[in-house]
């Protein structure tokens, strides 16, 4: 008992320790989603912080090339000069949007970018005033705009900006970067730390493996041997058993025999007997019409009356006793018969059976419903006809006169088993007495229908045989439903049970 609970305890613990090893690594797992997902975040901000910069840088670029050009334009008056002027007064507008999506929508940053795209509208409101004036001849005017201070104080503002935010951009760079930097060193972290994890795991588990594989062995080595023992005796027992029941099938045939010829003996002698007494009763009218005075009236009613009385209670108990003889023989006769399985459509069985029961069927007005989807079997014929036989005549004997009777059969596949039923709506049967129809010489309800109690005995005989099962449920006054259960597929018998 201590080594068991030993064992229960180590199991406990390795179990425990299982768990928390793959709680841990759960653990990792989720760290390392997180921190891949911060990653991307850092990622994507310093993105955001590159482009931003570009844009800050390429904003005074353009506003560069585009001054150079004017310039240009200015002191020489050729055209090729106001190129880069155009490009950057076509390109300014988008880059000063889009360096608007980038900035943060408060903070410095955000002050920084309103004052400079105020600066650049300023600037390029300047150029763009100077080439107008240039372009239409009035060329003094415009080299006057640009000897003034306004171009240039708007071009220093544009530049001291630029230079403040690239340097607030190139400092939140360096603390992303820092950030990236950090977090990556946390996942490489948490990923060693994982694989270490697993790496115990794996040791843990091998170990436990190869112990319970060893466990395992052992008690399958255990087990096999149990298992010799149990097959020796099961086999021994079973050779018991056919031995047993091929000895009281035996028996019950030797019985019944013997008790056949004292049974014709008896019904020989009473015959003897009833013509004896026919012999007395013409000598007793003989007498008296001779003398009728010597004729008492006891001797008279002794033979007319009591000996014929006592004729046919010998004659009605010798009847009862043949059928029982015969039913005897005939469950011993069905015990050693080998049973063939085949194919039967029990649709076809149950309809021919209501077929030759449609007289009594039609006599009491009742009628018999067969579920035509009812699926086959492969079993004996023989038996699964008396079964179905035997069950559907008990269901019409036992219909109730009191409204029209219906017995309905039908059936269902359950996996590798087959499910009937015959349902009535007749007298039905006490729940005291579900158990007891099934034995020998056993009834129930009133005995006012002919019978031995032989008929429910041998159907659960049969079912038996075949592998199957039979029960009933039932209500007195209500009607009955017997179940029955067959395997789909009879396997066919041994040479010793057939021999049994």
Same mark, same amino acid.
């Given at each position: ?7 229960? =305890? ?5 179990? @425990? ?20 997902? *911060? ?30 050009? #004017?310039?240009?334009? !200015? ?15 076509? &390109? ?17 940053? /955000? ?11 300023? *600037? ?9 004036? $240039?372009?239409?001849? *009035? ?10 201070? /306004? ?8 530049? #001291? ?11 939140? !760079? ?9 977090? =990556?060193?946390?996942? @490489? ?30 008690? &399958? ?6 298992? &010799? ?20 099938? /035996?028996?019950?045939?030797?019985? =019944? ?13 009473? $015959? ?19 003398? %009728?005075?010597?004729?008492? %009236? ?9 000996? %014929? ?10 009847? *009862? ?5 015969? +039913? ?7 015990? /050693? ?9 029990? =649709? ?10 449609? &007289? ?21 014929? !023989? ?7 035997? !069950?559907?005549?008990? +269901? ?59 008929? @429910? ?22 009607? $009955? ?20």
């Amino acid at each position: 008992m201590t080594g068991m609970l030993a064992k229960s =305890s180590a199991v406990r613990n390795e179990i @425990l320790m299982l768990i928390l090893g793959f709680a841990a690594l759960v653990g990792v797992a989720g760290a390392s989603v997180w921190l891949v997902s *911060k990653s991307d975040d850092f990622n994507r901000q310093v993105a955001v912080t590159l482009e931003t910069k570009n844009e800050i840088v390429r904003t005074l670029s353009l506003t560069q090339d585009a001054e150079t050009g #004017q310039r240009g334009y !200015l002191l020489t008056n050729e055209d090729r000069y106001l190129r880069p002027y155009r490009r950057a007064m076509e &390109q300014i507008a988008d880059h000063i949007r889009r360096l608007g999506e980038l900035v943060a929508p408060e903070g410095p940053q /955000r002050a920084d970018f309103e004052a400079l795209r105020a600066a650049v509208k300023v *600037k390029f409101d300047e150029l763009s005033e100077t080439v107008g004036l $240039s372009t239409s001849g *009035k060329r003094d005017e415009a080299l006057a705009i640009v000897m003034s201070d /306004r171009g240039r104080e708007a071009m220093q503002q544009v530049r #001291q900006l630029v230079a403040q935010m690239t340097v607030r951009e190139d400092r939140t !760079l360096a603390e992303r970067t820092d950030d990236a930097a950090r977090l =990556s060193n946390g996942l @490489l972290a948490v990923v060693v730390l994982g694989l270490l994890i697993a790496g115990a795991l794996a040791f843990v588990a091998q170990m436990l493996v190869r112990r319970q594989t060893r466990v395992l062995a052992a008690a &399958q080595e255990e087990l096999a041997q149990a298992n &010799q023992g149990l097959e020796a005796a099961v086999t021994e027992r079973t050779s018991e058993l056919l031995a047993a029941n091929a000895e009281i099938q /035996r028996f019950a045939y030797i019985v =019944s025999h013997d008790l056949r010829a004292p049974l014709v003996n008896v019904m020989g002698f009473t $015959s003897e007997l009833d013509a004896a007494r026919a012999v007395l009763k013409e000598q007793l009218d003989e007498l008296t019409e001779s003398v %009728p005075d010597k004729i008492k %009236p006891e001797t008279r009613e002794a033979v007319e009356v009591d000996l %014929p009385e006592a004729i046919g209670f010998i004659r009605t108990s010798t009847s *009862k006793m043949d059928r029982l003889i015969n +039913a005897i023989l005939r469950l011993s006769r069905e015990g /050693r018969r080998v049973v063939t399985p085949e194919s039967v459509s029990v =649709s076809e069985m149950a309809n021919g059976i209501a077929a030759t029961l449609h &007289q009594q069927t039609t006599a009491v007005g009742a009628e018999i419903v067969v579920d035509p989807a009812m699926p086959a079997l492969v079993t004996d014929r !023989l038996s699964i006809e008396q079964i179905f036989q035997n !069950l559907i005549e008990n +269901a019409v004997k036992y219909l109730d006169p009191a409204r029209p009777g219906r017995i309905e059969i039908r059936g269902r596949r359950i996996g590798p088993q087959v499910e009937y039923t015959i349902e009535d709506n007749g007298r039905g049967i006490d729940a005291r007495d579900h158990e007891r129809v099934f034995e020998l010489f056993r009834r129930a309800g009133a005995q006012d229908k002919p019978g031995e109690g032989l008929g @429910l005995a041998f159907v659960r005989a049969s079912v038996r045989r075949l592998g199957g099962t039979i029960s009933l449920t039932s209500e007195a006054g209500k009607g $009955s439903s017997f179940h029955l259960t067959f395997p789909a597929v009879l396997r066919p018998q041994t040479e010793t049970q057939a021999a049994a």
